[in-house]
Structure formats: C-alpha cells, structure tokens
C-alpha cells in the first residue's frame, strides 16, 4: 500500500483480462461500478474513478511468463484521503501473495 494515490496513475497489474474482471467487484467493495468493454466506471461518494486497461504482452523472466495488463487510473472529484481509503481497499484484493 503506498502513503499518496495521485488523481491519475497507471500500474503494469501481473494478471490477465479474466482474473483483473473477477477481482473487480471485491476489491471495489460496495461502491456501485459499470464495465463497458475494456473500461470501468466506480462511482465514489461524490466523484468516481475511471478505470481503462489493455492487455499487455507478458512478462519473460528466465522460462517464466507473466500475464500483463497496464491499467489507468483517473480519479474525479474524489478527496485525497478518500482515494486512500479506497485504494488501501482496492490493493489488499488485488495484490498477488507470494514468498
């Protein structure tokens, strides 16, 4: 979890279109969201955030391939500490466990 979410930002997620779908609506918890093709809309309070994503090529390291999917985030009207609140959310169920 990082300290500061940005109103814009991109991350390089290691996941594919179908895992990204099905952690989508836990990770959004219960704020009303809308998918339209390779877009999503999170409305949040007031504002709301704008999700878009492409699928990437993977990730070679050594004989291992790692799916990628390069998602931007826009936040509209949405206060910092509540993108902090949402994301410290969004990040718990989104992140891969490894070790």
Same mark, same amino acid.
């Given at each position: 979890? #990082?300290?500061f979410?940005? @109103?814009? %930002?991109?991350r390089?997620?290691?996941?594919?279109?179908?895992?990204?779908?099905?952690?989508?609506?836990?990770a =959004?918890?219960?704020?009303?969201? #809308?998918v339209?093709? *390779? #877009?999503?809309?999170?409305? *949040?309070?007031?504002?709301?955030?704008?999700?878009?994503?492409? =699928? @990437?090529?993977?990730?070679?390291i050594a004989?291992?391939?790692?799916?990628?999917?390069? =998602?931007? %985030?826009?936040f509209?009207?949405v206060? @910092?500490?509540?993108?902090?609140? %949402?994301?410290?959310?969004?990040?718990?169920y989104? #992140?891969?466990?490894?070790?």
């Open positions: 979890m #990082q300290s979410y940005p @109103e814009t %930002f991109e390089d997620m290691a996941c594919t279109e179908a895992e990204w779908l099905a952690w989508l609506p836990r =959004v918890g219960t704020h009303p969201y #809308q339209t093709g *390779l #877009q999503a809309q999170v409305s *949040l309070g007031a504002g709301r955030l704008e999700l878009a994503w492409r =699928v @990437e090529p993977p990730r070679v004989l291992m391939r790692l799916p990628r999917l390069a =998602v931007r %985030f826009v509209i009207g206060p @910092e500490a509540e993108r902090h609140a %949402f994301m410290k959310r969004f990040d718990l989104t #992140q891969r466990g490894g070790g």
